[in-house]
């Protein structure tokens, strides 16, 4: 299987900065990866894509890099709504792993 | 839109099984796929399988296999989840997410459900 490796487990920033997470896959997942964002309670959101493609309606300053086996998410002018558990997932083979997770914290 | 409505949360007994249903709308349900993931408490998620809203194809974890059956109803538009031999390490909130119809797809998992909570305990 391959093994998804998050950093930072947890990240403290306030509104208007801007914050990187980062990804590593144990072997190549080509762009095969996704970044999704989790609230309590409510429906996982999928921000990004094909390592670097926008999902629709999510704002533009979610950006994502990347490809082989490091990859990164970055948010921009972070906004409160922003503050949440984020995931990376890789789609290249099955089983379709997951990150640790990174929980944004309001500093 | 595209929504997808889970089942109510379930309380079992060690030993017993658990139905998740996952009833979607919005979209053409034999198009796309259905994957199902879940939560346990302080893990990361878990994907424990997909099936093919077209044609029923299964593909299952190997951590689930002989444990797990993924089925649809294309008539209602609703995918179900059931998990057999339930132990308290299945204690987990479980999603259903639309994915890609083929296996290989590479489809990102675009939409989701709530969740719903299972919890083992004697």
């Known amino acids: 299987d391959i093994q998804m490796t998050q950093s930072p487990s947890s990240l403290s920033a306030s509104v208007g900065d801007r914050v990187t997470i980062t990804c590593r896959a144990s072997q190549t997942i080509r762009t095969y990866l996704s970044w999704y964002q989790w609230k309590p309670g409510k429906a996982p959101k999928l921000l990004i894509f094909a390592a670097s493609s926008l999902q629709s309606g999510v704002p533009s300053r979610f950006s994502g890099s990347g490809s082989g086996t490091d990859f990164t998410l970055t948010i921009s002018n972070l906004q409160p709504e922003d503050f949440a558990t984020y995931f990376c997932q890789h789609i290249y083979t099955t089983p379709h792993t997951f990150g640790q997770g990174t929980k944004l914290e309001i500093k | 839109q595209v929504q997808l409505v889970q089942s109510g949360a379930e309380v079992k007994k060690p030993g017993a099984s658990v139905k998740v249903s996952c009833k979607t709308s919005?979209?053409?349900?034999?198009?796309?796929?259905i994957n199902w993931v879940r939560q346990a408490p302080g893990q990361g998620p878990e994907w424990m399988g997909w099936?093919?809203?077209?044609?029923?194809?299964?593909k299952y974890a190997q951590k689930f296999q002989g444990r797990v059956t993924m089925t649809t109803d294309t008539s209602t538009s609703t995918a179900d989840m059931d998990l057999r031999s339930l132990t308290s390490d299945d204690t987990a909130i479980y999603y259903c997410?639309?994915?890609?119809?083929?296996?290989?797809?590479?489809?990102?998992?675009?939409?989701w459900g709530r969740g719903t909570l299972v919890t083992v305990s004697s």
């Open positions: 099936i093919s809203g077209y044609n029923g194809n299964t």
């Open positions: 997410a639309r994915g890609g119809v083929y296996e290989s797809s590479g489809y990102p998992f675009d939409y």
């Open positions: 919005g979209y053409t349900f034999t198009s796309y796929g």
